[in-house]
């Protein structure tokens, strides 16, 4: 019997150049400008007037549209605009303000706990901190970030929601299967003077080009550096 023949060195360094570095740093600068051009300004959709007002928006942003947040947020911070006064409310209350974000009884839980943290924890006022950030109800990663970067201008990390971690995929930045590990490699791909900014310009870019289940890319400027297999061209 024959032996197979073991692959030879030299085919195997050929195999490995042909796969192309998606994270190649001229790669990552066309992302980059693409995105300055598309949204150079690119900002929070959440209105908000404070820091207590963005945490408060954030979590009832979970699984919910921020048009459909902006509707509600009005008239529930001119009901209730302070820490204090969230924290007294009355849970079932609170349910029936929020009721269209849905989710509403585990959002209305998480909002009065965090209000209730922010009171007695930290004297009032929306911690400046990761940690601190992790220690109140309904605050993940996502939503900490949300708040540190976009009211104290702080880069501790990269927002990571649906669109980000969608387009992060599309464009081959991660193969992790977590918002928590997908943040981590993009830590480490972006620039930290970035990382506010790209959160925000990658999620514009999800709602305005790469879309769930249709993208634009015939409108794209990153279609020709782009081999999703979702793509429409």
């Given at each position: 019997m024959k032996k197979k023949a073991k692959k030879r060195p030299l085919a195997k360094a050929r195999k490995r150049a042909a796969r192309p570095d998606y994270t190649a740093p001229a790669r990552l600068e066309k992302i980059f400008t693409a995105l300055d051009t598309l949204f150079p300004a690119a900002e929070c959709a959440l209105?908000?007037?404070?820091?207590?007002?963005?945490?408060?928006?954030?979590?009832?942003?979970?699984?919910?549209?921020?048009?459909?947040?902006?509707?509600?947020t009005p008239e529930l911070f001119q009901n209730h605009p302070t820490p204090q006064d969230l924290a007294a409310l009355d849970q079932k209350v609170l349910?029936?303000?929020?009721?269209?974000?849905?989710?509403?009884?585990?959002?209305?839980?998480?909002?009065?706990?965090?209000?209730?943290?922010?009171?007695?924890?930290?004297?009032?006022?929306?911690?400046?901190?990761?940690?601190?950030?992790?220690?109140?109800?309904?605050?993940?990663?996502?939503?900490?970030?949300?708040?540190?970067?976009?009211?104290?201008?702080?880069?501790t990390g990269v927002v990571v929601d649906t669109h980000v971690f969608r387009i992060t995929h599309r464009l081959k930045l991660s193969k992790e299967k977590t918002p928590e590990k997908v943040e981590q490699d993009l830590m480490k791909l972006v620039p930290q003077e970035r990382w506010i900014s790209f959160g925000h310009q990658v999620?514009?870019?999800?709602?305005?080009v790469c879309q769930a289940r249709k993208p634009l890319c015939a409108d794209c400027p990153l279609e020709p550096t782009c081999d999703s297999p979702d793509k429409t061209v």
């Open positions: 209105r908000h007037e404070n820091a207590f007002q963005l945490l408060v928006a954030t979590i009832l942003s979970a699984q919910c549209t921020d048009e459909r947040v902006n509707k509600v349910e029936q303000e929020i009721r269209s974000t849905g989710f509403f009884r585990n959002k209305a839980k998480n909002i009065i706990g965090a209000a209730r943290a922010i009171v007695s924890d930290f004297a009032g006022e929306v911690p400046r901190t990761m940690d601190e950030m992790l220690k109140l109800p309904g605050v993940a990663r996502k939503t900490a970030n949300v708040v540190l970067g976009t009211a104290f201008g702080l880069p999620i514009w870019f999800g709602r305005k």
